[in-house]
């Protein structure tokens, strides 16, 4: 089993950012094969895509949060961080971080953008005045 | 980018068979063969169950299929158990690096 661990703030106000670190155990961060991203799922509600990010940097967004997220990756950690700027109440949700898997064949991979095979156990994120 | 239509809820007895139904566009669905489906019990993280419409990862049993006609994917189970009983999402690659989910379906095993 592939260990990943949110961490971060559990209560945020109105206009803040919210940050958010994954914490990858067992060293496939290093693999070109897998990608990294992050889900929420509002209280009662259903899962949204947040965005992901791949072995060379390169991330990718919800159209509908990207002006205000930021993914990055810090493989010399194994983690990889989620910012969301301006929150608000409607950002309350568990976030959860997730691996996502490929296929290579020497250089030259393919992702499979919607498949996420191992997942952290999520942390709530709630935003109040 | 709209969210894929689920049905809220489905329902089954142990040993039937149930099919839950995702409705997306050619936009996602329609255009790809990236369709995954996600089994949520109550507190615990999403499990993937299925991915690229059909294909299921090691571990999870026989008894789950993916199949998939035009804008609309499909995730049957079947030989239900009490254990099936949780919430489904699927998921959909929607292009231009985007991913999108569904809505969700509780699936009660009578």
């Known amino acids: 089993q592939l260990p990943l661990q949110e961490s971060g703030p559990g209560l945020l106000k109105p206009s803040e950012t919210l940050s958010l670190t994954c914490t990858v155990s067992g060293g496939s961060i290093y693999t070109k094969t897998y990608y990294w991203g992050w889900i929420r799922q509002p209280p009662g509600k259903g899962l949204e895509w947040i965005g992901s990010i791949y072995y060379s940097g390169t991330s990718y967004y919800n159209p509908s949060l990207n002006s205000r997220i930021t993914i990055s990756l810090d493989m010399s950690k194994s983690q990889f961080s989620l910012k969301l700027s301006s929150v608000t109440a409607a950002d309350t949700a568990v976030y959860y971080c997730?691996?996502?898997?490929?296929?290579?064949?020497?250089?030259?991979?393919?992702?499979?953008?919607?498949?996420?095979?191992?997942w952290g156990q999520g942390t709530l994120v709630s935003v109040s005045s | 980018q709209s969210a894929l239509t689920q049905p809220p809820s489905a329902s089954g007895s142990p040993g039937q068979s149930v099919t839950i139904s995702c409705t997306g566009t050619s936009s996602d669905v329609g255009n790809y063969k990236y369709v995954s489906w996600y089994q949520q019990h109550p507190g615990k993280a999403p499990k993937l169950m299925i991915y690229?419409?059909?294909k299921r990862p090691s571990g999870v049993p026989d008894r789950f299929s993916g199949s998939k006609s035009g804008n609309r994917a499909s995730l049957t189970v079947s030989g239900l158990q009490a254990d099936d009983e949780a919430d489904y999402y699927c998921c959909a690659y929607a292009g231009s690096n985007n991913v999108v989910f569904g809505g969700g379906t509780k699936l009660t095993v009578l």
């Open positions: 997730a691996r996502g898997f490929g296929y290579c064949s020497g250089s030259i991979c393919t992702y499979n953008p919607p498949d996420f095979d191992y």
């Open positions: 690229e419409v059909t």
